[in-house]
């Protein structure tokens, strides 16, 4: 049988006051980058036209996914090109020095790129 003590409001029951004080100050980003909330959103590997070369300037990823692309050579500062998207425009062929690396869409645009 459990007793409540009727001097204790809802979420003050065995350590809920700590949860009471810290209630709303927790902000998540639910797949926004930092660039893409206060400033221009940034142009990505997904903006990139068949036969185009680029450089890659950031991963906006995290966890293992961010590993995976990284130890696929996908690494800020290496040269990028674009040879083309599957018929259903998923996925992408890119093309990392002798390598062809075939991406989803939804990875793609969490690398941010610059002109060559």
């Known amino acids: 049988m459990v007793e409540t003590l009727p001097d204790q409001g809802?979420?003050?029951?065995?350590?809920?006051q700590h949860r009471s004080q810290h209630r709303g100050q927790h902000r998540h980003r639910h797949g926004q980058s930092e660039t893409a909330q206060g400033a221009a959103p940034f142009q990505s590997l997904n903006d990139i036209a068949n036969n185009t070369s680029c450089r890659i300037r950031r991963l906006h990823t995290k966890g293992a996914i961010r590993q995976r692309l990284l130890?696929?050579?996908?690494?800020?500062?290496?040269?990028?090109?674009?040879?083309?998207?599957?018929?259903?425009?998923?996925?992408?062929?890119?093309?990392?020095?002798?390598?062809?690396?075939?991406?989803?869409?939804?990875?793609?645009?969490?690398?941010?790129?610059?002109?060559?």
């Not at 809802?10 to 809920?16: A, F, L, S, T």
């Not at 259903?88 to 969490?110: C, K, M, N, W, Y």
């Open 71 to 116: 130890d696929l050579g996908l690494v800020p500062g290496v040269a990028v090109t674009m040879i083309r998207c599957a018929p259903l425009a998923d996925p992408l062929e890119v093309r990392i020095g002798d390598s062809f690396i075939t991406l989803r869409r939804a990875e793609a645009a969490q690398i941010e790129v610059t002109d060559v």
């Open 10 to 16: 809802p979420g003050e029951q065995q350590g809920g």
